[in-house]
């Protein structure tokens, strides 16, 4: 039971030098390729990565679109310009919302699946073992289960962006159904350009990799028994959540702060 | 889970109470747990999403004052539900099913059961109740961090912060506060219901723990997103009065 109200910013104190320094060690070792040395269990965690996660993410990504759809088409419809919808479904999806659904399901589904998984074999012995036959540990189980985000995750986020923009054409345009479909696409399309993808793309990867990081490190250092386990996954959790916004807000600050990039005005 | 839900709202009916304790233990565990990372994640979010994005719309059109009004939709129907949710599941739900877990690995449950304790009414029932109750409180929290995110904004814009507060004021209506209330409730029950549901039913010794939150949350985050959906659709389409800008 948490005895004090400071509990969770103390423990982030005393970690957050930790993850810094494991951060970087598990970087390191991507960038200096010898990550590459165990290219097949990138590979098998990049397929791991497509079949245990690809559909969750899509289907948050296509439920959040039905949101940002409706509410696009109300807020539209009270300015008294419900033509308009695609200009606040484009900016609400592909700015805002994809990458927050994408943050919350790879923390929700990746993040605490890489601490249960890593963290059993630490309590197993499992990662000491590999130490023992002469493998880096670190290498082998963190490195190249980032090596794999980044080979897979790029494609997998821009169908997440596809599943959610059909979701909002199906919210304002067969349910609520006040604008044509070549009328939404007009100002959908117009309201967003390819930099804009990109950007958002960017978001979203910053947003996986800290996931991934925060996810190994309670897991390669989780202790004291399954339940162990089950703490350090819900602490990345806490950790993950938090970051999630926090790379949110900065991303929006950094890209599109002080420039909207809009088609109209001047 | 849909069994567990029945059992559980009936056993928190029917005499006798013996879970006010542990309600009350829980309840200050969730405010303990949760409050600094929904504080800095309202904020984060009030500012970067409805805040920039918005207000950057808005200054095209000259109309930056309207900010306060955008915020009526944004922070309160829509964005501090779904960031109080988040933060409750990933923090709280996953506090729970990791720590249900651990007693059920440990085999603790079924002690509790050989006992002639009901693990139903002295554990899960007090979740279940102090869960509803802290999203529910949570929500109000962060609908005030959230807008303080939106003045921090409209600040960044070098906009007063008088019309944001009365375009703020107008546009709120009663309806929107008590459907955003109950809409965390009911978030708050969802959460409560899946975490304990995994943890109860956690299995496979050292992976199964962690196994369980990570399936929990999951599971929580599909369930919510869904059920903001369909309750949004309902509020809009038999409320339209609320959606009308003052």
């Known amino acids: ?266 | 889970m849909m069994i567990l839900t029945g059992k559980t709202l009936l056993s928190a009916m029917r005499p006798p109470y013996p879970y006010g304790t542990e309600f009350v233990q829980q309840f200050l565990f969730m405010l303990r747990l949760c409050w600094l990372p929904l504080l800095i994640s309202t904020v984060a979010f009030g500012y970067g999403a409805p805040g920039l994005q918005a207000g950057n719309a808005l200054i095209i059109f000259g109309a930056v004052d309207r900010l306060g009004g955008f915020f009526v939709l944004a922070s309160i129907r829509e964005f501090a539900p779904f960031v109080t949710a988040i933060i409750l599941a990933g923090v709280g739900g996953t506090a729970i099913t990791a720590d249900l877990g651990a007693r059920k690995i440990r085999e603790e449950l079924d002690a509790l059961q050989v006992l002639g304790v009901d693990p139903i009414k002295n554990l899960v029932v007090p979740r279940f109740l102090a869960l509803m109750i802290v999203t529910g409180l949570f929500n109000i929290f962060a609908m005030i961090f959230g807008i303080f995110g939106g003045v921090l904004a409209t600040l960044t814009f070098d906009a007063p912060l008088g019309p944001f507060f009365a375009t703020l004021l107008t546009n709120a209506t009663t309806t929107d506060l008590w459907g955003s209330v109950l809409k965390t409730t009911l978030f708050g029950a969802i959460i409560a219901i899946v975490s304990c549901y995994k943890g109860m039913t956690a299995s496979g010794g050292a992976e199964g723990v962690g196994k369980a939150v990570n399936q929990g949350v999951v599971v929580e985050f599909l369930g919510i997103f869904a059920f903001n959906y369909v309750f949004t659709q309902t509020l809009l389409a038999t409320h339209p009065e609320i959606s009308v800008i003052k």
């Open chain 1, 1 to 266: 039971m948490g005895s004090s109200w400071l509990d969770v910013p103390r423990d982030w104190m005393a970690s957050l030098g930790d993850i810094a320094k494991f951060s970087w060690r598990v970087v390191a070792e991507v960038f200096d390729g010898r990550a590459l040395r165990f290219f097949g269990e990138t590979l098998r965690q990049a397929g791991i990565l497509i079949l245990g996660s690809a559909v969750v993410i899509w289907g948050m990504a296509f439920i959040l679109g039905l949101t940002c759809g409706i509410e696009a088409a109300y807020f539209n419809r009270a300015l008294g310009a419900p033509a308009y919808a695609g200009f606040f479904g484009a900016w609400c999806e592909l700015r805002e919302v994809l990458p927050y659904a994408f943050g919350y399901m790879m923390s929700a589904k990746v993040g605490t699946g890489l601490v249960a998984e890593i963290g059993a074999m630490r309590i197993s012995d499992e990662i000491d073992a590999l130490e023992v036959m002469g493998i880096s540990s670190l290498t082998f189980l963190c490195s190249t289960r980032l090596l794999a985000a980044w080979m897979v995750l790029p494609f997998m986020y821009i169908a997440a962006v596809g599943a959610g923009f059909f979701a909002s054409y199906l919210a304002v345009v067969e349910q609520i159904g006040e604008v044509s479909s070549g009328g939404y696409f007009l100002i959908f399309w117009m309201f967003q350009n390819p930099p804009d993808l990109l950007y958002s793309t960017i978001k979203g990867m910053a947003m996986a990799t800290v996931i991934v990081l925060v996810g190994c490190y309670y897991g390669y250092t989780a202790g004291g028994g399954p339940v162990g386990v089950g703490t350090a996954t819900a602490k990345s959790m806490v950790l993950n959540t938090v970051l999630v916004h926090v790379v949110g807000m900065l991303g929006t600050q950094v890209f599109w702060g002080t420039n909207p990039r809009a088609p109209i005005g001047g």
